[in-house]
């Protein structure tokens, strides 16, 4: 891995306010890592180069005449392939799409772009952000998967070729990728941020997410495209978009998170009998580092989920299969080569799904979300990123740790906080509750202080 240049976005943009560095020649930094690595990991569909140096040119120009848009201002970024980026194609993995030409930037995009972040290019998703693998490969060893849906976007992140990315995710597609690929990654609340420009899996469970090399790095993401909050005026949400269900609770827990402490809770219920023996004995290793006594302000304590927690994975596929269903299933009729196998049964699965059992799993969604509010804990709860360290190539791999905060709308940060002995990372996430991005990010920054973790990775 090249060494020459910044790896994460708070380093790129202190030389860049210090004038030690100009967007131009750390876009060219990242283009050269690109050039480098690109043809073994396979991160990106497209990339802009002519389009991305006139941007990095124009914003070199606006530092020489005194404009600084902040801390994105010049930072290289990728765009997962189901988001519109202004004449750029939006291939979602298809063949038929692979020319479709965007007119105009998602939402995400422009926000990023009034910020001043420089869009590279789109990198890789699975087809139509399902389960079917990708091209794209672990940067950490070739021979293993990188995750999915959002393949590319940690993939590139991990290697360097941008310094942030963004994702989507419906089950586990921005934090399974970012642990396989040992970067950082944000799962905001759901409906926090408009995805408008963004192809739906599933609407109620669709997320916006964001990959980078810090924890630090995410919260500049982060506030870039959804906003400040103001608590008082607002209720915690941006006035550019609309205001999401459930706001009256959210704000008064947010409010109340305020005042308190923010603590660590952990679960041995559910969860540990999934986890590889390699990921639970990193896990438990990375709790003993983070105990009371040695890490004081995050008091770490045991939950038990409620019991309904167990049907949680059965409603989360019903209406996941549903809700794809009525949006692909025309076109799965017309055009069924263009679908590989796993996005097509979710799609015929979706089609035998009963109005019944789709009332029932939303109302499971409704019930447990309502059970977790009631608990008056002030906490995020510590759970491992994925099962294990990334599997082969043939699968993208196991979301069983991710889906239940997609299927509730929780926000997650994940970190690396270990490697296996063949160099393989391992992570885990913290959830907290609805539009306590804030409060986790903070949290999240503290814990990596406790990772001794290694340097990035080398494609071989």
Request: hydrophobic share 40%; aromatic share 6%; glycine share 10%.
């Amino acid at each position: 891995m090249p060494t020459d240049g910044p790896r994460t976005i708070t380093a790129a943009a202190d030389l860049i306010r210090r004038g030690e560095l100009t967007p131009s020649d750390l876009l060219e930094q990242c283009l050269a890592r690109i050039d480098r690595y690109e043809e073994r990991v396979r991160a990106w569909v497209v990339v802009d180069r002519a389009g991305a140096r006139e941007q990095a040119e124009r914003l070199t120009a606006e530092l020489m005449a005194g404009t600084n848009r902040g801390p994105l201002h010049g930072i290289p970024v990728g765009v997962k392939d189901i988001i519109d980026v202004f004449d750029l194609p939006t291939g979602c993995g298809s063949k038929l799409w692979a020319n479709s030409v965007a007119r105009k930037d998602a939402t995400c995009v422009a926000r990023l772009r009034q910020a001043g972040a420089v869009i590279v290019g789109k990198t890789v998703t699975t087809p139509f952000a399902f389960l079917d693998p990708p091209p794209t490969r672990n940067p950490w060893n070739l021979g293993r998967t990188p995750g999915g849906s959002s393949s590319g976007s940690a993939a590139a992140v991990a290697c360097g070729m941008v310094l942030g990315a963004l994702g989507t995710q419906t089950g586990g597609s921005v934090t399974r990728p970012a642990s396989y690929c040992g970067v950082c990654s944000l799962k905001p609340t759901w409906d926090r941020i408009k995805l408008d420009g963004v192809l739906p899996l599933a609407p109620s469970l669709d997320h916006l997410g964001f990959m980078a090399n810090s924890v630090q790095d995410l919260g500049l993401l982060y506030r870039a495209v959804a906003g400040e909050m103001d608590y008082a005026k607002y209720g915690g949400i941006d006035v550019r978009d609309p205001l999401p269900n459930g706001l009256n609770w959210g704000v008064a827990r947010v409010r109340r998170k305020n005042n308190t402490h923010l603590g660590l809770q952990l679960t041995n219920d559910f969860f540990p009998d999934r986890a590889d023996p390699v990921m639970a004995e990193a896990f438990r290793r990375f709790v003993d580092r983070i105990a009371p006594e040695e890490f004081k302000g995050l008091p770490v304590t045991e939950v038990v989920l409620p019991p309904a927690f167990a049907s949680i994975t059965t409603a989360h596929r019903t209406v996941m299969a549903s809700e794809a269903a009525a949006f692909h299933a025309e076109r799965l009729a017309r055009h069924p080569d263009d679908y590989p196998p796993r996005i097509s049964g979710l799609v015929r699965d979706g089609l035998a799904v009963s109005g019944a059992a789709y009332k029932q799993a939303r109302d499971l969604q409704h019930d447990l979300f309502f059970e977790l509010s009631q608990r008056d804990i002030p906490c995020a709860l510590m759970i491992p990123a994925a099962p294990g360290p990334a599997p082969g190539p043939e699968t993208t791999g196991d979301a069983v740790f991710n889906s239940p905060w997609s299927f509730l709308g929780l926000p997650t940060v994940s970190f690396p906080i270990a490697r296996t002995t063949d160099g393989l990372p391992l992570a885990v996430q913290l959830v907290g509750e609805k539009f306590t991005e804030a409060e986790l990010l903070r949290a999240a920054g503290e814990l990596t202080g406790r990772v001794q973790y290694g340097s990035p990775p080398v494609p071989l």
